[in-house]
């Protein structure tokens, strides 16, 4: 994966938490019906050369 502000190798998966919660967060799509839902923890890149984060899902295709 390559930066997007400087082009460099990004470090993959890089573990997300929200400070003071051990639970972290999810991204999450509520579908039609009542257990049509789909979530998925994101992961996150990070540019070793100016500091850039970016976050992301493995299971992208299950949102469609």
Do not use: T, W
């Amino acid at each position: 994966m390559k930066c997007n502000q400087c082009q460099s190798e990004m470090v993959k998966d890089c573990g997300v938490n929200v400070e003071g919660v051990m639970y972290g967060i999810k991204i999450f799509k509520k579908g039609k019906g009542l257990f049509n839902k789909v979530s998925e923890k994101p992961k996150a890149s990070v540019c070793p050369n100016c500091g850039y984060v970016a976050f992301y899902i493995d299971n992208y295709k299950e949102f469609k």
